[in-house]
């Protein structure tokens, strides 16, 4: 099962990298998220851990760990399982005109009791999808700009 949906943003590909990049603030547009923490420290790169607290698809505390990471341009993090589903996502960011299209995909994988919820996952996840793109436009859209940076890009 593979979903994605793409969207433009008519900020930099840096500050929206930026917002991608920086997972605790993930809660902000992502409903399925609680709440994020960076296990560790220093800047984010593949191998980098993250403790999360999910309220979709069950309510439960899971790991996830970028796998793949191109500054400014690809990010991509696997989960472990959450309940029946075990979420891998990702980024891929690219200059548009004065702006930048962000196109989130995902492909989770499902067991158990997941197997036959798959073709309702199938319908809700592009949704949720797009939902969520929509979420991160308008959270950088109304950010507050400062320094001449919007928050969440890089150096802040």
């Known amino acids: 099962m593979a979903f994605q949906a793409s969207i433009d943003i008519d900020h930099p590909p840096a500050t929206v990298f930026g917002w991608l990049a920086d997972l605790e603030k993930l809660p902000e547009w992502e409903t399925s998220f609680a709440e994020v923490r960076r296990e560790g420290e220093g800047p984010v790169r593949a191998g980098a851990a993250y403790w999360c607290r999910r309220n979709q698809p069950t309510k439960t505390e899971t790991t996830m760990v970028v796998t793949e990471y191109e500054p400014l341009k690809k990010l991509v993090i696997e989960s472990d399982w959450a309940g029946f589903l075990k979420p891998k996502f990702g980024y891929l960011v690219e200059p548009v005109g004065t702006g ?25 996840g592009p949704r949720l999808t797009v939902r969520y793109l929509d979420n991160l436009k ?5 950010a507050e700009v400062s320094d001449g940076r919007a928050v969440g890009q890089p150096g802040r």
């Open 100 to 124: 930048t299209r962000v196109t989130l995909f995902a492909s989770p994988k499902v067991r158990g009791m997941g197997r036959l919820m798959a073709p309702m996952i199938g319908l809700l």
């Open 138 to 142: 308008r959270l950088i859209n109304s």
